[in-house]
Structures are given as C-alpha cells and as structure tokens.
C-alpha cells in the first residue's frame, strides 16, 4: 500500500514537472523565430513555424510517458532546424549515437533543455562557429546522455551543488536544467542522474 502511494505521488509530481516545462520551451522557441522575422524572409519563417509545431504536438501528447531514443532524436533535429535557421552557420550541432541505444525508452522531453542551455548560455560565438554535441551512449549496463558545448567555462561543482539544492519544481533561475534533474530523480531515484564537468 505504501509502495503504490509513493508511485501515484511520484507520477503526479513527473507530471507537473513536464507541464512546467511546456510554456518555458514554448516562449523561448518562439522568441528564436520572433528575431528571424525581422531578419529573414517569409518561407523559413513557415519551416520554422513547422518544425515548431512538431515538437508541440509530439511534447503535448502524453507528456509524461517515457519514449524511444530514436523518438527523442526526431524532435531534437527539428529544434535544430529552428536554431539552424536562425544562426545560420554560427551554431553547429553534431551528434554521435550508439545505434543500440535507440530503442531505449528515456523521459520525454530531456535532451532539449540541456540543449537549450548550451546554445543560450554556454556558447561562445565571438570565436567563430557555436558547436553542441550530443551524444548517447551505452556503457556496461547504463546509458549516458551528453550535451557539450565549445563555449565558456564555468565552476562545475557550484553549479552541481546548485541545482541539487534547489526545491523540486521550483527552480526559476535554471528551469530547464532543474526539471531534467528533478524528472531523472523521481523516475530513476539513485540510479540517475545529472552533472556537469569540465572536458
């Protein structure tokens, strides 16, 4: 009876984490496409305007149900193109995949905002072009996601303590980072997790 109490508060708590993210995502994205407006011409407008409604419509259904890697890395590639659009060569994005992770279910919705966070705080492009790296891999039995980025250093172990101080669901100086820490907890417990370091 405890065990299934615990697992219904855990899932209402999922679920309010991924409803917190949905607005967060939405204002940014449009934002991105609001400046390509004024600088670009109407047809990459409407890609844009297309790729954005793909991601709403695959984060809006079920929010918090678990899905395929490979599902997870469509909707990134769709991000990309807004931001590829928008940056135009000074942002690059590269991945390297295991092709046996794509069939792994993750939480919906995880990569981006570390993404997000890379792209908008982390890279540096007085120094030429901007670069994410995404990689998923397999290592022994667990699966490892990384987001990388060519930009500006940071202290790793403050901002760690950080986001593992703050309170769940109420992070508003790092949402996106603090929502993908908090539904990696709650879904996996000890057996997830989210940190930064230095390469």
């Known amino acids: 009876e405890i065990h299934v109490n615990m697992e219904k ?70 991000y990309e193109s807004i931001y590829q659009m928008s940056y135009k060569d000074r942002l690059q994005f590269s991945y390297n995949v295991d092709p046996l992770c794509m069939e792994i279910k993750i939480p919906k919705m995880l990569i981006q905002p570390l993404i997000e966070n890379g792209s908008q705080h982390g890279v540096d492009f007085q120094d030429g072009a901007g670069q994410i790296f995404i990689s998923i891999t397999i290592e022994k039995y667990d699966l ?15 901002f760690n303590k950080f986001i593992q101080a703050l309170p769940p669901m109420n992070n508003k100086e790092s949402l996106g980072v603090g929502n993908v820490y908090d539904r990696i907890k709650l879904r996996f417990g000890d057996n997830g997790d989210l940190k930064y370091r230095k390469n």
Request: hydrophobic content about 40%; charged content about 20%.
């Open 144 to 158: 490892f996601i990384r987001v990388a980025n060519n930009g500006r250093t940071m202290n790793t172990e403050m």
């Open 9 to 78: 508060k855990n899932k209402a708590e999922i679920h309010a984490l991924q409803i917190q993210i949905n607005p967060h995502f939405i204002y940014n994205a449009l934002g991105t496409i609001a400046c390509s407006a004024l600088l670009e011409g109407k047809d990459e407008i409407a890609e844009q305007i297309t790729a954005l409604s793909t991601i709403i419509r695959y984060n809006v259904k079920k929010p918090d149900e678990l899905v395929c890697v490979k599902e997870e890395l469509t909707m990134l590639h769709c």
